[in-house]
């Protein structure tokens, strides 16, 4: 299985330039998210679904959109890239099982995109 | 809101020894999970080790403990017999039953010394 599949591995774009990074899942979980990180921090939650055509922001959602028209696919769309975008996007799909007497969660991450915008 | 703080910017510790990295959560939802994920100088996300906040016993998976301490709101990850490729960036995480969505501390760099 390939798990979670990001595209482009690498980017530099012009500020102002818009383009879609994307990400893909084959293991039928429910849930997707995208986060950045910058230098010397954690993760921080950009966007995220719990299935397809539901999205919501997470703690950074400006200048990026998304959509969830299936299950597989959560792309991430910038409008108009900003240097401040200059950052690692790294896409996750998730699960939660509910037991009788616990839910288990699980989390599986892409390899990460690094974006340079000049 | 939920919350991660990881207070080691940074900790060394010597090869075939103990390591603890620390990590306390807040959170009002019953229902949560613990990460702790491994980012090396390649940059991916490696996943640990997670424990569930209804489990009764410690997460153990190899050479990684979860020491759960829910009163405490604790979830400090010990790493036994530390090995070279063991440093590394540390990052602990939580999920809720919101679904979907981890929050993140800011890590703990680990390097190990020979």
């Known amino acids: 299985n390939a798990g979670v599949t990001q595209t482009p591995k690498f980017q530099v774009l012009k500020t102002g330039q818009s383009m879609t990074l994307q990400c893909a899942q084959d293991?039928?979980?429910?849930?997707m998210s995208w986060y950045r990180q910058d230098p010397g921090m954690g993760l921080r939650l950009i966007h995220y679904s719990v299935g397809a055509g539901i999205t919501d922001q997470g703690e950074v959602p400006n200048g990026y959109n998304v959509s969830r028209s299936t299950t597989e696919d959560f792309p991430l769309r910038l409008l108009s890239a900003a240097p401040s975008q200059t950052s690692v996007y790294f896409c996750?799909?998730?699960?939660?099982?509910?037991?009788?007497?616990?839910?288990?969660?699980?989390?599986?991450f892409g390899s990460g995109t690094r974006l340079t915008v000049v | 809101a939920q919350k991660i703080t990881q207070t080691q910017p940074g900790m060394f510790v010597q090869e075939k020894e103990a390591v603890t990295l620390d990590c306390t959560y807040d959170?009002?939802?019953?229902?949560?999970?613990l990460f702790w994920y491994k980012q090396p100088s390649s940059g991916e996300m490696i996943f640990l080790i997670y424990q569930g906040s209804y489990d009764q016993q410690n997460a153990t998976e190899g050479r990684y403990s979860l020491n759960f301490q829910k009163a405490r709101k604790s979830a400090n990850l010990v790493i036994s017999a530390s090995q070279l490729g063991d440093s590394a960036m540390y990052f602990c995480a939580m999920t809720s039953s919101q679904g979907g969505k981890l929050i993140f501390g800011q890590g703990t760099e680990l390097s190990v010394k020979p």
């Open positions: 996750a799909s998730s699960y939660s099982r509910r037991g009788l007497t616990t839910t288990n969660y699980g989390y599986t």
């Open positions: 293991m039928n979980h429910e849930y």
């Open positions: 959170t009002s939802d019953p229902s949560y999970g």
